[in-house]
């Protein structure tokens, strides 16, 4: 019923940038949080950002100052503008949404994710 479909990855060098996009479809009564994680070789998943309905942000303090997460209400789309790229942000990132469908309840979602590699 929801689908969470992520776009925007890709090879870039270090200093640069990527904007990430992640569109929900479905019947959707509403959305609560959208949030970016990733996934590094070797580590566990972490948690990068969140937005809350009302737009209150927060970030690992990895990223702080150089990633922005933001997000359409009225397109349901969650992105994560990446600045001042480092090695170190290389990972699959994953989009998650938690979204009521009547009617169920609250549940969360992950788009399928999207591979972002920075190296010279």
């Known amino acids: 019923q929801v689908q969470l479909v992520e776009s925007g990855g890709g090879l870039v060098q270090p200093g640069g940038s990527l904007r990430l996009s992640c569109a929900a479809s479905g019947t959707i009564l509403s959305i609560s949080a959208m949030g970016w994680f990733r996934q590094a070789p070797g580590k566990h998943r972490e948690l990068v950002a969140t937005i809350t309905s009302g737009g209150s942000t927060t970030y690992v303090d990895s990223v702080k100052g150089r990633f922005t997460i933001s997000r359409d209400n009225a397109k349901n789309t969650v992105y994560l503008q990446m600045t001042s790229l480092k090695p170190e942000d290389t990972a699959v990132y994953y989009c998650?949404?938690?979204?009521?469908?009547?009617?169920?309840?609250?549940?969360?979602?992950w788009g399928q994710g999207t591979q972002v590699t920075v190296s010279s």
């Open positions: 998650n949404a938690d979204i009521r469908t009547l009617p169920g309840p609250t549940v969360r979602n």
